[in-house]
């Protein structure tokens, strides 16, 4: 693939007159897909795909295509030819763009990570029969993913990796759930077996009658993946320079009115992992750590190289979406063993579901509880809680009402497949609050 | 693309095989302020090799549309099924999978190429310039999506199906700022105005003429009063009835989710096997159909993506729940009648059951017999926010614009109008349903579901409709 790549990359580059920029983005992946339902298997197969992307700029004008590349390096190069002079007659007519940005060359990388991973054709036996006797939904996606990057300035950008995630819920009679995520690059199935035992024990801990609480503020915790959910709302009309500009993000408050959050809550863009490619489109290199939110204050939002011509600003090489790739939110002081004795009498949230915006202005998000979710009193766990909606504002639970935060971060890595495998990921902690609105 | 001597050429043993093959181009022009922000254009084509063996379907996708590339795919794809098929949820037969040939040609007047690419961003730049009615809207975004999709199926047992689409969406948005207090306006929400059509939907006095409304509009948010918080009748228009449709209709009653497939992502389902010919859904006045017919509508065709030919069916009848939205896998599984509704988003995922065209029928009420009726209530226009619990019962939702409702009349424009309740409760308080004059159609490109994920499209029509007793409130004070 790398090899295609480059071949394309350098057989194009070739074919650009003096005054043309261009640049090249790869989206591929050689992926299985098995989906579960009760512990059996729903649907199964393989996708190879692989997209390229082009950005051509000329004369000031841009316009972007993208194209499916079966594998074969002629053909291909014949698509990707026609489609660059698809966008030089389509440039031709577009009007100019003042925010235009040139790739102008810098560094270059590569990354390629070998895992080891199940066979297609192994995966169901190693998966499937450690979970019978249980109710287990979810999906098993395994494979190498693949991203690109060259442009017409230099620039060459290459991140490969194995990865596989089981993504499942565990069901118990009574329709409760616990819900968790088997990830890595390396499958050793002693491993997956001790995961999957320890959500079993968890499922356990939900026989017991859920109780319905009424809907007030409450003293909440809220475990890692909870809270990552939370901080992916981020991502959308949030940390965005160009949104904000535009007077379509939750944090206008904090920089037109100077609000703070809590000096608890710090947030930023941190690729120190290794794990996320730090790349954007252009070719540019993200900075390793960018700081947004530190100790309550709003340091910076992601700003692209194009909302920076546009506004004046320095470019911190973001996407031009402007979203989230590798976030972390700082650790405490509250360790995990001491939560619920910390939390003394409240509710005890493991994850929720389905957030919106609910008021973009006053930060507040809407949502549900879900899975293992509990009513704790005098830091025992008494019962489950029958799902609640949520309403509060991120001015409130990371701010006024954050009276704690955990010692330990979790990787919560992103399994969406929309178009294709994600490589993002949140690595964030618990939080403890004395208050937070359960509405219905 | 000659599937038929595709298929031929294969030499593989399985019981059954398909090969579904996708080409959609997808082109999408947006201009913020005047500027132009994207002007894109995706193609993407391949193929899903489907096989059925020992009960078991198993698939192979690639983007590699040549024999070697597809018969590597069909052995595969036998292998996966095979060592699946001790594993299954279900032993299928070729009985899911029926005979079926056809085509299908979306309406349109004007083909893609008829608009170049310089007359849209001309267009959309115009529409920005309408959008800007002051200098209290400090943003203005107008947009087109042009979606050409060619779709090819044929299998081992003779089916042999050609359907062709164009589809266009165009939309509008302005955001007016006044001090701290920021309002957003659209024209009938994210995206809604999506049609099979071809390119007369651009038609400039249409969208100059929306355009200056929604700028009108933005601005007079600004100054609006919040709206009020209480139970009290509301009226939502067709726009946002769009929303509660799918969320508190259509997701529930997708019989995959009935039968626990989404549990891990989007959920489950208040809904049960057995309540399917007797659950009193809504009340008399809720008529539902899945209806791939409707001239334009966003999701109509005449055959899913297992082969099924689609017809119209009532979903729900004068409030009682007749079937579900399942395809023949479902239908098979459940032993519930369903629809034609088994569909993928593109040639690299597998069908599921989705949601297409499903409407609420008009009743008897004009507007004004709507709105003369309520003492105390909001009319609520173009979705802004969703959510919804995992078994779609406990929705919230929030519309960009409202009137406030007195007497029988409407008096004042209200800001940040939500509305929150329980999907079972609330269409049981359905009132009064607006008649075949105010009856509009709407689509999405943008339903998300399944596992892997997959974005569809969906269409839904209906007219404005009066619900009682619903708890309605505003925003953060």
Redesign the interface.
């Known amino acids: 693939m790398e090899s295609l790549f480059n071949q394309l990359a350098d057989g194009i580059f070739t074919q650009l007159e003096t005054e043309e920029n261009l640049s090249l983005s790869l989206f591929a992946e050689e992926s299985q897909f098995t989906r579960v339902n009760g512990a059996r298997i729903r649907q199964t197969g393989l996708v190879n795909d692989c997209m390229i992307y082009l950005d051509l700029i000329v004369n000031n004008r841009r316009a972007t295509g993208s194209l499916t590349l079966s594998g074969d390096l002629k053909v291909d190069l014949d698509s990707v030819l026609d489609e660059l002079n698809r966008l030089r007659e389509e440039t031709a007519q577009l009007p100019e763009d003042p925010y235009i940005v040139l790739s102008t060359g810098g560094e270059n990388s590569r990354t390629d990570k070998n895992g080891k991973i199940p066979d297609a054709e192994d995966s169901a036996a190693k998966l499937l029969a450690a979970m019978q006797g249980v109710d287990l939904s979810g999906i098993w996606a395994s494979g190498r993913i693949y991203r690109g990057n060259a442009n017409s300035a230099g620039n060459r950008h290459w991140f490969a990796t194995d990865s596989f995630s089981l993504d499942y819920s565990l069901v118990n009679a009574e329709e409760k759930m616990v819900k968790a995520t088997f990830a890595g690059s390396d499958w050793v199935q002693q491993d997956y077996e001790k995961s999957l035992s320890a959500s079993i024990q968890k499922l356990k801990m939900l026989d017991s009658p859920s109780i319905k609480i009424k809907p007030g503020n409450y003293r909440t915790y809220i475990a890692s993946a909870g809270v990552a959910d939370l901080l992916q709302m981020f991502s959308w009309d949030g940390l965005s320079e160009s949104s904000m500009q535009t007077g379509e993000s939750a944090f206008l408050k904090m920089r037109n009115e100077n609000i703070k959050l809590s000096p608890l809550f710090s947030y930023a863009e941190d690729f120190s992992n290794g794990l996320v490619p730090c790349f954007n489109e252009l070719g540019e290199v993200s900075p390793e750590r960018i700081e947004l939110i530190k100790q309550g204050e709003l340091k910076s939002c992601l700003i692209s190289s194009r909302t920076a011509k546009e506004y004046g600003l320095v470019s911190n090489f973001a996407e031009e979406p402007e979203y989230l790739r590798s976030p972390v939110m700082a650790v405490g002081e509250l360790p995990e063993v001491d939560v619920l004795k910390a939390l003394g009498t409240g509710v005890y949230l493991s994850n929720l579901h389905y957030l919106n915006w609910s008021d973009l202005a006053g930060g507040r998000i809407t949502g549900m509880t879900r899975y293992a979710c509990f009513w704790v009193e005098d830091g025992v766990i008494k019962a489950p809680i029958e799902n609640m909606r949520f309403d509060d504002s991120f001015y409130h639970f990371f701010g006024d009402n954050l009276e704690a935060v955990t010692t330990e971060a979790k990787i919560n890595p992103d399994v969406g497949t929309y178009e294709c495998r994600s490589l993002e990921m949140t690595e964030c902690p618990g939080i403890l609050l004395s208050s937070f609105a359960l509405t219905l | 693309m000659d599937l038929t001597k595709l298929l031929e050429q294969l030499d593989v043993k399985a019981d059954w095989i398909g090969l579904r093959y996708v080409d959609e181009t997808t082109t999408y022009r947006w201009v913020?302020d005047g500027?132009?922000q994207?002007?894109?254009?995706?193609?993407?084509?391949?193929v899903?090799v489907?096989v059925l063996v020992e009960g078991?379907?198993?698939?192979?996708?690639?983007?590699?549309?040549?024999i070697r590339?597809v018969q590597s795919?069909a052995e595969?794809?036998v292998?996966?099924?095979r060592?699946?098929a001790?594993?299954?949820?279900h032993q299928f037969t070729s009985e899911a999978r029926p005979v079926a040939t056809g085509n299908y040609n979306s309406p349109h007047q004007k083909i893609e190429n008829s608009v170049?690419?310089?007359e849209i961003?001309?267009l959309l730049?115009r529409s920005c310039e309408t959008l800007k009615v002051s200098e209290k809207i400090?943003?203005t975004n107008a947009l087109a999506r042009i979606v050409n999709s060619d779709q090819l199926f044929v299998s081992s047992n003779g089916s042999n199906i050609e359907q062709q689409f164009l589809m266009v969406t165009t939309g509008s948005m302005a955001?007016a700022?006044e001090g701290?207090?920021?309002q957003?306006r659209s024209d009938s929400g994210m995206r809604a105005r999506s049609w099979q059509i071809g390119m007369e939907s651009l038609d400039e006095n249409r969208m100059m003429n929306d355009s200056r409304r929604v700028g009108e509009e933005a601005v007079e948010l600004l100054t609006a009063e919040e709206c009020p918080t209480g139970t009290m009748d509301l009226i939502l228009a067709p726009d946002q009835m769009m929303l509660q449709i799918h969320e508190s209709v259509g997701h529930p009653l997708e019989i995959d989710r009935i039968?626990?497939?989404?549990?891990?992502?989007?959920?489950w389902s208040f809904v049960r096997l057995g309540d399917f010919g007797k659950l009193r859904y809504g009340s008399d006045l809720m008529n539902i159909t899945f209806d791939p017919g409707v001239p334009h509508e966003l999701a109509s065709y005449n055959f899913d993506d297992g082969g099924a030919k689609a017809e119209r069916e009532y979903i729900i009848k004068d409030g009682i729940l007749q079937r579900g939205l399942g395809g023949i896998e479902s239908q098979i599984r459940s032993g519930v009648p369903g629809v034609a509704n088994f569909r993928a988003s593109s040639w690299?995922?597998?069908p599921?059951d989705r949601m297409a065209n499903l409407n609420l029928e008009p009743g008897e009420s004009s507007v004004d017999d709507l709105v003369s009726s309520v003492e105390n209530g909001v009319y609520m226009h173009s979705n802004r926010?969703?959510?919804?619990?995992?078994?779609r019962n406990?929705f919230?939702f929030?519309c960009e614009y409202a009137k406030l409702i007195e007497n029988g009349k409407v008096t004042k424009t209200l800001r940040?109008p939500?509305y929150?309740g329980i999907s079972n409760s609330f269409w049981n308080n359905l009132k009064a349903v607006g008649d075949k004059d105010s009856f509009e159609v709407y689509g999405t490109p943008n339903c998300?579901k399944g596992?892997?994920?997959?974005?569809i499209r969906v269409g839904h029509a209906s007219p404005p409709c009066l619900f009682a007793d619903v708890e309605v409130f505003g925003?953060?004070q």
């Open positions: 913020r500027k132009p994207s002007n894109n254009r995706s193609r993407s084509k391949g899903m489907e078991q379907f198993a698939y192979a996708a690639s983007s590699n549309v040549g590339s795919a595969k794809a292998k996966m099924a060592a699946s001790p594993y299954s949820i170049s690419a310089g961003n001309d730049i400090v943003s955001v700022q701290s207090v920021v957003k039968l626990g497939d989404e549990r891990n992502y989007a959920g690299n995922r597998a599921i926010s969703w959510s919804i619990d995992d078994y406990k919230q929030g940040n939500n929150r998300g596992e892997p994920n997959q974005v925003g953060e």
